[in-house]
């Protein structure tokens, strides 16, 4: 039942208040009622009133009446706070899974028509009380945890404001259309693969000694080199046993890959591959990434990282 | 949100505190102002760091405290003073532990009873502005205790707080007024404690030699009258309150045993109710309203007999007229008398009796003279005339400054010593010879003549007309009213008392700075006194009954279907006047023309496919527009630059530009 209502009021809103990049707040889209303060006044209001009757007392009367005339003309105060205001997503910073997604906003007011103590929040998470009063315009930025990675949804909303008297409410509910990016939180230490144990720590592009792949050299046989390395044809033409190098050339290019995570689980694996993103790119190194699906060339930089991690950030998310 | 209160609110709300407790000290102990100083000082120490919280104990102790000068101070439990100064002190106290919103709003709405309780105390003009000065204040501490974030230094705060009050409470007039119109006036519900704190004023329920005169050392009003149609003569104003019969030898009392206005008005709801049949209605009437003061007694005051009288009174056997409850407000009343009417020409025998009654003993002088009087002249009239007429011309003298006579036989001391007294010695005086001789009579007391305010053609009785009087019973005649007093000093009755006392100078002796002496000021004095009466008369006096008369005469006849036309009408009037005060009907663009031109101009670029970002710089907008559209790269340039010129560069000439704008806009399309 009380599902339903739920459900029935969600639908109703968001036809209402429809997701947008630009919203103004306007007539319709705001909500107003008295507050909790109210109700503690109309107690007041109802004391004055007694007092007044058993006392037959005008000037009772009057204050008693003023006070309910000033908590209907607070509804129309507050609510002309609200009204007008237009909020503007400027977009969401990309973040980590865990830590804070920080949406930044622009509120404008329209010329001539200050507002004041205007609340932001998100339930449960950060708010904010701003002025529009010297500024027309104002930057505004709200930040929302986040759990897993993938896209941020800004959820809805709450704009408020309970300005002049805090006797009414105004408020209304903003859903912006802008979406942010949370990459996968990145794993406290990064795996070193066992496939990469034998290949130094060097330059880019030296050799490496003792490869098996691209033939370096040959020098003098020693005692237990495999009969396959034997020059056999510097042995014919010299008669003495020659033995051939050979040498791995450390690639060019580090690869990110998928497939040569020991590692099980999807969500590990990005962790993972994400702590190397940022590791490569502290060093300054040229890398590239290859997950299934997505093959991202080698590079290095900002846009690079960001790429990289948009993509480990987007693995298996449908919507896209 | 944030719930903590800023500095400058908390200023506010200490300051409101003041104002609102400021006006109590005339009525209520005089020491709870330094508790609200001792708790605002300690609050303000708190707030800029230099003292702790006060802890429990301390908070106890001083709740002890002021529990203890509260029972120190001598107030009655239960009554509304102590209720109220219980109030204060906890108000006062309370700005030790505010630190919350939910506490300021405590203290404020605290704030709005109080002013509201103090019209109990008092209703003038001046103490409703002052209570309008509170409501703007406690508004404005309202209006800062919401403000977490401030916007301005804290001066300015201030100013706009206050002017943000104003303009509001200002706003709520004409509904407040509508309501106070319209809304329904029910009779109390319960009777509660009233006030103690002012003395009862006016007339006393009991007469004792002196009491008159110190209420003609008073120049407070007492009620004021306007008359519908013919206004009576000076001497025909004898404002009939209370009738005294019973005399111990010294006092003049109503009955035999001293009770209260509760019991009396019982005893007019049995045995001693008015009996329309006594009287035979005669002459031509006279209509008028009358305001009462509020007295904190219920005595109403009219011409004798008032025959029609509309409002919530009692009246008696013996024509007086009573509130059923004590004035603690203005009251108002309409009533016809006809003066010239004949009342009980058959006496009751209760009430005949109740007209002889005389001590037992005492006075021995007196009754001897009323014997040897009564031999001589044998008829009732007579006898009358030869007792006026032995206080015309004997050495009998008016003053307010009687000598004062010995406790017992009073009257022996008075007719034959001291031959100095006023109306109160007079009037004891000759009933007691009258019912000496067996002739009934009372002493009725009252008010006697007024002062005509010409600027609001009304009758003003103030405490100095305080007069008593006399009424015999003649056969053939009923009760007749005699006045012994103009036998000395006729012109009591014909020019008041001030003509009176001339001679001796005494009138408001006390008094010596009394506008009343100045010609110049009188002037100004009655102009005042008929905004008063104003005040008195539709404010403090609006009732039930006066509401019914003013919708009927709004409304032609009395319907729910008309007052709720009416007030609907009224209402939306008032919102609509709201939306437009506020600026939230739909009105004309108010943007700048730049403004609309620029807009105008993104939309021509969006047409064309190239769209700016919420927030993109005009500048960064006009190199993406320019790059995307080489055709027109020149015009988006320049428009992009005439543009920021207006908005940045406040001295270019803006018609100009905006003329080169249109013509650039122009091109694009």
Same mark, same amino acid.
């Given at each position: 039942?009380?599902? @339903? !209502?739920?459900?029935? $009021? %969600?639908?109703?809103? #968001?036809?209402?208040?429809?997701?947008?990049?630009?919203? +103004? &707040?306007?007539?319709?889209?705001?909500?107003?009622?008295?507050?909790?303060?109210?109700?503690?006044?109309?107690?007041?209001?109802?004391?004055?009133?007694?007092?007044?009757?058993?006392?037959?007392?005008?000037?009772?009367?009057?204050?008693?009446?003023?006070?309910?005339?000033?908590?209907?003309?607070?509804?129309?105060?507050?609510?002309?706070?609200?009204?007008?205001?237009?909020?503007?997503?400027?977009?969401?910073?990309?973040?980590?899974?865990?830590?804070?997604?920080?949406?930044?906003?622009?509120?404008?007011?329209?010329?001539?028509?200050?507002?004041? @103590? !205007?609340?932001?929040? $998100? %339930?449960?998470?950060? #708010?904010?009380?701003?002025?529009?009063?010297?500024?027309? +315009? &104002?930057?505004?930025?709200?930040?929302?945890?986040?759990?897993?990675?993938?896209?941020?949804?800004?959820?809805?909303?709450?704009?408020?404001?309970?300005?002049?008297?805090?006797?009414?409410?105004?408020?209304?509910?903003?859903?912006?259309?802008?979406?942010?990016?949370?990459?996968?939180?990145?794993?406290?230490?990064?795996?070193?693969?066992?496939?990469?144990?034998?290949?130094?720590?060097?330059?880019?592009?030296?050799?490496?000694?003792?490869?098996?792949?691209?033939?370096?050299?040959?020098?003098?046989?020693?005692?237990?080199?495999?009969?396959?390395?034997?020059?056999?044809?510097?042995?014919?033409?010299?008669?003495?046993?020659?033995?051939?190098?050979?040498?791995?050339?450390?690639?060019?290019?580090?690869?990110?890959?998928?497939?040569?995570?020991?590692?099980?689980?999807?969500?590990?694996?990005?962790?993972?591959?994400?702590?190397?993103?940022?590791?490569?790119?502290?060093?300054?190194?040229?890398?590239?990434?290859?997950?299934?699906?997505?093959?991202?060339?080698?590079?290095?930089?900002?846009?690079?990282?960001?790429?990289?991690?948009?993509?480990?950030?987007?693995?298996?998310?449908?919507?896209? | 949100?944030?719930?903590?209160?800023?500095?400058?609110?908390?200023?506010?709300?200490?300051?409101?505190?003041?104002?609102?407790?400021?006006?109590?000290?005339?009525?209520?102990?005089?020491?709870?102002?330094?508790?609200?100083?001792?708790?605002?000082?300690?609050?303000?120490?708190?707030?800029?760091?230099?003292?702790?919280?006060?802890?429990?104990?301390?908070?106890?102790?001083?709740?002890?405290?002021?529990?203890?000068?509260?029972?120190?101070?001598?107030?009655?439990?239960?009554?509304?003073?102590?209720?109220?100064?219980?109030?204060?002190?906890?108000?006062?106290?309370?700005?030790?532990?505010?630190?919350?919103?939910?506490?300021?709003?405590?203290?404020?709405?605290?704030?709005?009873?109080?002013?509201?309780?103090?019209?109990?105390?008092?209703?003038?003009?001046?103490?409703?502005?002052?209570?309008?000065?509170?409501?703007?204040?406690?508004?404005?501490?309202?209006?800062?205790?919401?403000?977490?974030?401030?916007?301005?230094?804290?001066?300015?705060?201030?100013?706009?707080?206050?002017?943000?009050?104003?303009?509001?409470?200002?706003?709520?007039?004409?509904?407040?007024?509508?309501?106070?119109?319209?809304?329904?006036?029910?009779?109390?519900?319960?009777?509660?404690?009233?006030?103690?704190?002012?003395?009862?004023?006016?007339?006393?329920?009991?007469?004792?030699?002196?009491?008159?005169?110190?209420?003609?050392?008073?120049?407070?009003?007492?009620?004021?009258?306007?008359?519908?149609?013919?206004?009576?003569?000076?001497?025909?104003?004898?404002?009939?309150?209370?009738?005294?019969?019973?005399?111990?030898?010294?006092?003049?009392?109503?009955?035999?045993?001293?009770?209260?206005?509760?019991?009396?008005?019982?005893?007019?709801?049995?045995?001693?109710?008015w009996q329309p049949d006594a009287l035979r209605v005669q002459g031509e009437p006279i209509a008028y309203e009358a305001v009462y003061e509020k007295?904190?007694?219920?005595?109403?005051?009219?011409?004798?007999?008032?025959?029609?009288?509309?409002?919530?009174?009692?009246?008696?056997?013996?024509?007086?007229?009573?509130?059923?409850?004590?004035?603690?407000?203005?009251?108002?009343?309409?009533?016809?008398?006809?003066?010239?009417?004949?009342?009980?020409?058959?006496?009751?025998?209760?009430?005949?009796?109740?007209?002889?009654?005389?001590?037992?003993?005492?006075?021995?002088?007196?009754?001897?003279?009323?014997?040897?009087?009564?031999?001589?002249?044998?008829?009732?009239?007579?006898?009358?005339d030869r007792v006026l007429a032995r206080f015309r011309d004997q050495r009998f003298e008016y003053t307010l400054k009687p000598p004062t006579l010995?406790?017992?036989?009073?009257?022996?001391?008075?007719?034959?010593?001291?031959?100095?007294?006023?109306?109160?010695?007079?009037?004891?005086?000759?009933?007691?010879?009258?019912?000496?001789?067996?002739?009934?009579?009372?002493?009725?007391?009252?008010?006697?003549?007024?002062?005509?305010?010409?600027?609001?053609?009304?009758?003003?009785?103030?405490?100095?007309?305080?007069?008593?009087?006399?009424?015999?019973?003649?056969?053939?005649?009923?009760?007749?009213?005699?006045?012994?007093?103009?036998?000395?000093?006729?012109?009591?009755?014909?020019?008041?008392?001030?003509?009176?006392?001339?001679?001796?100078?005494?009138?408001?002796?006390?008094?010596?700075?009394?506008?009343?002496?100045?010609?110049?000021?009188?002037?100004?004095?009655?102009?005042?006194?008929?905004?008063?009466?104003?005040?008195r008369r539709w404010v403090l006096g609006y009732d039930g009954a006066e509401q019914a008369a003013l919708l009927k005469s709004l409304l032609g006849?009395?319907?729910?279907?008309?007052?709720?036309?009416?007030?609907?009408?009224?209402?939306?009037?008032?919102?609509?006047?709201?939306?437009?005060?506020?600026?939230?009907?739909?009105?004309?663009?108010?943007?700048?023309?730049?403004?609309?031109?620029?807009?105008?101009?993104?939309?021509?670029?969006?047409?064309?496919?190239?769209?700016?970002?919420?927030?993109?710089?005009?500048?960064?907008?006009?190199?993406?527009?320019?790059?995307?559209?080489?055709?027109?790269?020149?015009?988006?340039?320049?428009?992009?630059?005439?543009?920021?010129?207006?908005?940045?560069?406040?001295?270019?000439?803006?018609?100009?530009?905006?003329?080169?704008?249109?013509?650039?806009?122009?091109?694009?399309?």
């Amino acid at each position: 039942m009380v599902e @339903a !209502l739920r459900g029935h $009021w %969600e639908s109703w809103v #968001q036809q209402r208040l429809p997701a947008s990049r630009v919203t +103004t &707040l306007t007539q319709r889209k705001i909500f107003i009622v008295p507050s909790k303060t109210a109700v503690g006044l109309l107690v007041l209001i109802a004391l004055l009133f007694l007092l007044g009757i058993n006392f037959q007392n005008s000037l009772v009367y009057i204050i008693c009446f003023w006070l309910l005339s000033l908590l209907l003309l607070t509804i129309f105060y507050t609510w002309r706070n609200l009204a007008g205001l237009t909020i503007t997503a400027l977009g969401v910073e990309p973040c980590f899974a865990g830590e804070k997604a920080v949406l930044e906003m622009e509120l404008t007011r329209p010329a001539h028509q200050p507002k004041y @103590a !205007l609340e932001l929040a $998100w %339930e449960g998470e950060d #708010q904010v009380q701003v002025n529009l009063v010297t500024a027309q +315009t &104002l930057r505004v930025k709200l930040s929302h945890s986040t759990t897993g990675r993938g896209y941020f949804k800004p959820p809805r909303l709450r704009v408020a404001t309970h300005f002049p008297t805090g006797l009414a409410v105004a408020w209304s509910y903003v859903t912006v259309d802008v979406r942010g990016v949370v990459y996968p939180a990145p794993i406290e230490k990064a795996f070193q693969p066992s496939g990469n144990a034998q290949r130094e720590n060097v330059e880019d592009g030296r050799e490496i000694a003792g490869g098996s792949n691209d033939f370096g050299g040959i020098r003098d046989y020693q005692q237990g080199d495999g009969s396959k390395r034997i020059h056999w044809a510097k042995y014919a033409q010299t008669g003495k046993l020659y033995t051939k190098t050979f040498v791995d050339y450390a690639s060019h290019a580090l690869w990110l890959e998928w497939d040569e995570l020991p590692m099980p689980g999807i969500e590990v694996r990005l962790s993972h591959l994400c702590r190397k993103v940022l590791e490569f790119h502290q060093e300054q190194r040229e890398y590239g990434l290859r997950i299934p699906g997505i093959l991202i060339e080698p590079g290095k930089g900002e846009a690079h990282k960001a790429r990289c991690l948009q993509a480990l950030a987007l693995f298996g998310v449908q919507d896209a | 949100m944030h719930k903590q209160i800023t500095y400058t609110g908390m200023i506010w709300l200490l300051a409101a505190q003041l104002v609102v407790m400021l006006p109590f000290v005339f009525d209520l102990p005089v020491w709870l102002i330094p508790v609200l100083l001792f708790a605002a000082g300690w609050r303000l120490r708190v707030l800029s760091g230099a003292a702790l919280q006060p802890g429990n104990v301390t908070k106890a102790l001083l709740i002890v405290l002021g529990i203890g000068g509260l029972v120190l101070s001598g107030l009655k439990f239960p009554s509304l003073d102590a209720m109220a100064t219980l109030l204060l002190l906890g108000f006062a106290f309370k700005s030790l532990e505010v630190a919350q919103r939910r506490d300021a709003l405590v203290v404020i709405f605290i704030g709005y009873f109080l002013v509201a309780l103090h019209f109990l105390y008092a209703q003038s003009i001046t103490a409703a502005l002052y209570g309008m000065v509170s409501m703007i204040v406690l508004t404005g501490a309202l209006i800062g205790v919401q403000q977490s974030v401030a916007e301005f230094s804290a001066g300015q705060q201030v100013r706009f707080n206050l002017r943000l009050s104003v303009f509001m409470l200002l706003q709520c007039l004409p509904l407040m007024l509508v309501i106070f119109v319209f809304a329904p006036r029910l009779p109390p519900l319960w009777s509660l404690p009233m006030p103690t704190g002012q003395a009862k004023m006016g007339v006393s329920d009991r007469m004792a030699p002196g009491d008159i005169e110190k209420l003609s050392q008073s120049d407070a009003l007492a009620f004021r009258v306007t008359f519908k149609g013919r206004k009576p003569a000076q001497h025909e104003l004898y404002w009939r309150g209370m009738v005294f019969n019973h005399f111990d030898g010294r006092e003049w009392r109503q009955f035999e045993r001293d009770i209260d206005p509760q019991q009396v008005q019982s005893a007019l709801l049995t045995n001693y109710r008015w009996q329309p049949d006594a009287l035979r209605v005669q002459g031509e009437p006279i209509a008028y309203e009358a305001v009462y003061e509020k007295t904190g007694q219920p005595w109403l005051f009219t011409l004798t007999p008032a025959v029609e009288v509309e409002g919530d009174v009692l009246r008696g056997a013996d024509y007086r007229v009573m509130a059923r409850q004590d004035l603690q407000a203005p009251f108002l009343l309409k009533a016809v008398s006809y003066p010239y009417s004949q009342r009980d020409l058959e006496l009751a025998p209760e009430l005949r009796q109740l007209a002889l009654h005389l001590p037992e003993t005492g006075d021995a002088r007196t009754r001897d003279l009323a014997q040897r009087l009564w031999r001589e002249t044998g008829t009732e009239q007579a006898y009358l005339d030869r007792v006026l007429a032995r206080f015309r011309d004997q050495r009998f003298e008016y003053t307010l400054k009687p000598p004062t006579l010995s406790a017992s036989d009073t009257i022996d001391a008075f007719l034959f010593e001291s031959q100095r007294g006023f109306c109160a010695h007079y009037a004891g005086s000759f009933v007691f010879l009258m019912r000496a001789a067996g002739i009934p009579a009372r002493v009725v007391v009252g008010y006697q003549g007024g002062e005509w305010n010409a600027a609001g053609d009304y009758l003003a009785i103030h405490q100095y007309d305080a007069h008593a009087w006399a009424e015999v019973w003649l056969a053939g005649q009923g009760w007749v009213r005699v006045d012994p007093t103009t036998m000395v000093a006729p012109s009591r009755t014909e020019q008041g008392l001030e003509a009176a006392m001339q001679a001796e100078g005494s009138f408001l002796a006390d008094s010596m700075f009394s506008v009343r002496k100045i010609v110049w000021l009188n002037g100004i004095r009655q102009q005042l006194d008929t905004v008063q009466y104003g005040w008195r008369r539709w404010v403090l006096g609006y009732d039930g009954a006066e509401q019914a008369a003013l919708l009927k005469s709004l409304l032609g006849t009395f319907s729910v279907q008309g007052v709720a036309l009416l007030m609907g009408g009224l209402l939306a009037a008032i919102g609509l006047l709201w939306l437009v005060l506020l600026g939230m009907t739909p009105r004309r663009e108010r943007e700048a023309l730049e403004h609309q031109l620029y807009r105008r101009f993104c939309a021509a670029l969006a047409k064309r496919g190239v769209l700016r970002e919420p927030g993109d710089a005009p500048g960064v907008f006009a190199a993406q527009a320019a790059e995307a559209l080489p055709a027109v790269a020149g015009v988006i340039r320049e428009f992009t630059q005439v543009y920021e010129g207006i908005c940045y560069v406040p001295s270019a000439d803006g018609r100009q530009a905006t003329r080169r704008l249109k013509a650039l806009l122009g091109k694009l399309r």
